[in-house]
């Protein structure tokens, strides 16, 4: 796992300093080491899935059908649902803002896309 990390971090600055300068390649490896510990951090994936939940959370904050007043507890309760993709049906997305319902589509999507990183980053980390 040490040799993987290190090979990684080498071929990472090799894109921005090498012969064949990537900018844009090195900005998502390092986007990529960083979210997911090269591959390996269980606990870098909790971090950020807390960050997006949380994000999400305040994004939605007065676009759901929740009442006036309701607490960072039921928002929170919504982006986990989502996330998840349970979606039990009793918060929604107010239908009058179309900014709300094109935001929680993006998340959706985004939820399935990092569950199945986080997937193979803990099957990684067991195999090892």
Known sequence: MQADRRFRFYRRY??????????????????YDLMLGYGYGITNCLV???GFISLFAYLMT?????????GALEHIYYSIV?????????VTTEQQYPIALMTTSVFLFLSVVWTA?????VVKRLVN
Do not use: H, Q
Request: hydrophobic share 40%; no cysteine; net charge positive.
């Open 48 to 50: 950020v899935t807390i």
């Open 62 to 70: 007065g676009y759901t059908s929740l009442p006036n007043g309701a």
């Open 14 to 31: 090799e894109e921005l300093l090498g012969k064949k300068k990537r900018p844009l390649k090195f900005l998502l490896g390092l986007a």
């Open 117 to 121: 990183i986080v997937s193979a980053v």
């Open 82 to 90: 989502s996330f998840t993709t349970v979606g039990y049906g009793e």
